[in-house]
């Protein structure tokens, strides 16, 4: 962990994102990239537990080496780990280099926030998913946002012209990365904020609803539809409208760009506690913080067809996708980001599994196979009674 005055001067915006660096910086993005504050309740935590009888858990590894549980948390680059089971905390992990009490970058999870929170605007009439984007955000007229039902924005069926390249230095993605001002500006060439960079972006050459195409635009585009509906601004509204009602413990964080425009697709901070809160609030049902229909519609899952024809079906070969959420096709629900973010839910088990990392490929698809495993045996697991 970098924790001298020396080694913070060498992070910046071109390595930020990389190791060593990433283990300091996923949880002190504020002091990276301008950030609003998502209101939590403001309560004291109880005291951390241990992994206990989880630590000696055998998993597989990458080299499908068998690894005890703290083993394998720790060699590959692990920040928290949590098991919440029937509401409580019963297993918990943290990196001698990470602080559990500080807010942690959670990359495309954030999708899956904001979809509850979409949500929650579709019970209260504010947002029609019947209505396209450019109803609500009429400067998205002519770009591939314009006409594109919400429905679609959140199922991730947007007809877009867009690749998703997250190690590109001077190409689409990073002029993406630097109108949320998460890359280094080129001297040669101004950026646009983020609202106005996502209104260029042109459509592709099929329709709108037709292809699972994972694009992480879609997602900050659906932000600036739930602001618009609302009239309130994105980390306000989701203070007021989940992480207060819910009792979130502590206060998250969003990166916002220079005109205060959030990066609701990956974006969000907040500690692995908290993000296990999230996944209970889903495992029963909403608890009438977002619509209990709305939530059985995350289990139920997306158009299985269209997500067996997209770009992600070798993670989830049986499952599908719906308002941001994966639908395993094996009864769990997950919420997953790069670098190594997860929220597992598994009902049958009454099981919520959180890790937060920084490892340093941003996509490892080996890894995410690892990580699915790893889960259902988590999951599966009962620890001896003392």
Known sequence: MQNSITDRAQIDLANWRTRPHSSWAFHNAAELVPTATIRGARLQESAACELGDFADIEVDD?????RRLREFLVENHSDAFVVMRGGEFIAEWCADHNDAAKPHLVFSVSKSITGLLAGVLVGNGKLSLDAVAGDYVPEAV?????????????????????DEIYLDRNGAFDRYRRAMLWNPEHKDEPTPDLK???????????????????????TDMAAL???????????????????????????????VDRAGNPRASGGISMTARDLAR???????????VVPADWVASLWQGGDRAIWAAGDQADCLPTGSYRNYWYETG?????????????????????????RQSAENEPINEAMDQVMIKLMKKVSAFRPNVR
């Open 62 to 66: 990458l080299e499908r080496r068998s």
């Open 142 to 162: 002519g770009s591939a946002y314009g006409d594109v039902p919400v429905r679609d924005l959140l199922n991730m069926q947007v007809s877009i012209d867009f």
């Open 196 to 218: 106005s960079f996502l209104c260029t972006l042109p459509k592709a050459s099929h329709p709108h609803g037709t292809r699972h195409v994972y694009r992480s635009p879609n």
């Open 225 to 255: 539809v739930i602001e618009r509906a609302a009239g309130e601004r994105f980390a306000e509204l989701l203070s007021r409208l989940l992480w207060q009602p819910m009792g979130a413990h502590n206060d998250a964080q969003i990166t």
């Open 278 to 288: 999230i996944g209970e609030l889903v495992r029963l049902g909403g608890r009438g």
């Open 330 to 354: 094996t009864g769990e629900l997950a919420a997953m980001g790069i670098h190594g973010q997860w929220l597992w839910i598994d009902p049958k088990t009454e099981t919520v599994i959180v």
